[in-house]
């Protein structure tokens, strides 16, 4: 059984800083690559960050790169997103989200962990 629980998050000033960690359950480190979305309620979910399986790779959005820091650590089987110079339109659930390496058509995610960032 697979599953994706995330923790952090909060209420945060403009201009502060979160992380938001996902730990997968029932995966093996190495098999999925994660990306980190978020989603407003009445909008699209959005890509933020994405981290190849060995941590070597990454990439983000636009809107949130040299703010935001996507790693993982294998040996605890997380993930992690940091989150600096937050704004108000930082404000979403952040999910993440296990894409498997053999069968990158599947995936499986977290449940969803509220940022919100006041001005």
């Known amino acids: 059984h697979v599953n994706l629980v995330e923790f952090g998050g909060g209420l945060v000033l403009a201009g502060g800083s979160l992380i938001v960690s996902c730990t997968a359950a029932?995966?093996?480190?190495?098999?999925?690559?994660m990306v980190w979305y978020r989603q407003a309620p009445g909008k699209e979910r959005e890509f933020v960050a994405r981290i190849s399986n060995s941590g070597d790779r990454t990439s983000y959005a636009d809107s949130v790169t040299r703010r935001f820091t996507i790693s993982r650590d294998n040996a605890k089987n997380t993930g992690y997103l940091q989150m600096n110079s937050l704004k108000p339109e930082d404000t979403d659930i952040y999910y993440c989200?296990?894409?498997?390496?053999?069968?990158?058509?599947?995936?499986?995610w977290g449940q969803g962990t509220q940022v919100t960032v006041s001005s």
């Open positions: 989200n296990a894409v498997l390496i053999t069968t990158p058509n599947f995936s499986y």
């Open positions: 029932g995966l093996t480190s190495r098999s999925y690559n």
